[in-house]
């Protein structure tokens, strides 16, 4: 059974910042582009930040760029999300999700998607 595992959210101030990490249980996923979502209360689960599975290409939500970075080191099969700069706005429940089809682009789509994490809260304070 594929399972990914988010951890690092939690309450902070805006301005501040959290380190996202997601990792599988049972497997590795260092040959699979690996991407982050998040979901606020009442709305859609919106793209965040993709990563191929090199780690040499990545692309964000203008939301997000400038503030938050992907990274993942495939010796240790983890993926972070480093997010400074937090605003309010940030304020949701963050996914790790796997893509296990091959694709030149990368995936912003949840449905592009295969297998994904429980989630980790992260709340922004004013």
């Known amino acids: 059974q594929v399972q990914l595992v988010e951890s690092g959210g939690g309450l902070v101030q805006a301005g501040g910042s959290l380190r996202l990490s997601c990792a599988p249980s049972g497997h590795t996923f260092s040959t699979y582009a690996m991407g982050w979502f998040r979901q606020a209360p009442g709305k859609e689960r919106d793209f965040v930040a993709a990563?191929?599975?090199?780690?040499?290409?990545?692309v964000y939500a203008d939301s997000v760029k400038g503030r938050f970075t992907i990274s993942r080191d495939n010796a240790k099969n983890t993926v972070l999300l480093q997010m400074n700069s937090l605003e309010t706005e940030d304020t949701a429940i963050y996914y790790c999700?796997?893509?296990?089809?091959?694709?030149?682009?990368?995936?912003?789509?949840?449905?592009?998607?295969?297998?994904w994490g429980q989630g980790t809260q992260v709340t922004v304070s004013s």
């Open positions: 999700a796997e893509q296990r089809r091959r694709a030149v682009v990368l995936a912003t789509k949840t449905y592009e998607y295969d297998y």
């Open positions: 990563i191929n599975w090199s780690g040499d290409r990545t």
